[in-house]
T-cell receptor
């Protein structure tokens, strides 16, 4: 249990285009998902918290109009990078909050495999 | 969010050796987690700690939640080549909150 998928696993796009990344919890429901970005040889930095049925909460310095987040169901959150530029090239990773998965009584976050975005 | 202090930054060891890495914070966390990340993939949860003083094992891995709630360590015993990767500690202030990550420890194991 507790599998999180991301699609696509990698994408190359031209500058100025928009890219949508999907994050799905495959075998559990997640009311909360998180989006992180990771630059080469660096740690994960939180971009935003996505709550099902409500607006996402963005971290300081993250443009909400540029990184659109939609958490339309209990198993799907999407991140859309609008008008992408080369500096947006990064590894984007989502995580989903899992409560009671596999009989556990604890609250844990499981990560997707990541999406490599390259903007030319 | 706050980034945790994780050390060492990198380790280069021989197969069979034990490894120890730790993470400290200036503030309290209610949950400590340890993840391993392979190149081009997302982090995989290794051990989760929910109680101060808790010592938990997962195979050759052992992790402890510091009594002060401001630190945690991870030990790997009898390392093998597949232990190669980047290990991240993460702290969570409250249930449901996002994670604060350390900068990672890059582990290389030679046969």
């Amino acid at each position: 249990g507790a599998v999180v998928s991301q699609h696509p696993s990698w994408v190359i796009c031209k500058s100025g285009t928009s890219v949508k990344i999907e994050c799905r919890s495959l075998d559990f429901q997640a009311t909360t998902m998180f989006w992180y970005r990771q630059f080469p040889k660096q740690s994960l930095m939180l971009m935003a918290t996505s709550n099902e049925g409500s607006k996402a909460t963005y971290e300081q310095g993250v443009e909400k109009d540029k990184f659109l987040i939609n958490h339309a169901s209990l198993t799907l959150s999407t991140l859309t990078v609008t008008s992408a530029h080369p500096e947006d090239s990064s590894f984007y990773i989502c995580s989903a909050r899992a409560w009671g998965v596999a009989g556990a009584s604890t609250d844990t976050q499981y990560f997707g495999p990541g999406t490599r975005l390259t903007v030319l | 969010g706050q980034q945790l202090n994780q050390s060492p930054q990198s380790m280069f060891i021989q197969e069979g050796e034990d490894v120890s890495m730790n993470c400290t914070s200036s503030s309290i966390f209610n949950t400590w987690l340890w993840y391993k990340q392979d190149p081009g993939e997302g982090p995989v949860l290794l051990i989760a700690l929910y109680k101060a003083g808790e010592l938990t094992s997962n195979g050759r891995l052992t992790a402890q939640f510091g009594i002060t709630r401001k630190d945690s360590f991870l030990n790997i015993s009898a390392s093998i080549p597949s232990d190669v990767g980047i290990y991240f500690c993460a702290g969570q202030r409250r249930s449901g909150y996002a994670l604060n990550f350390g900068k990672g420890t890059s582990l290389l194991v030679t046969p």
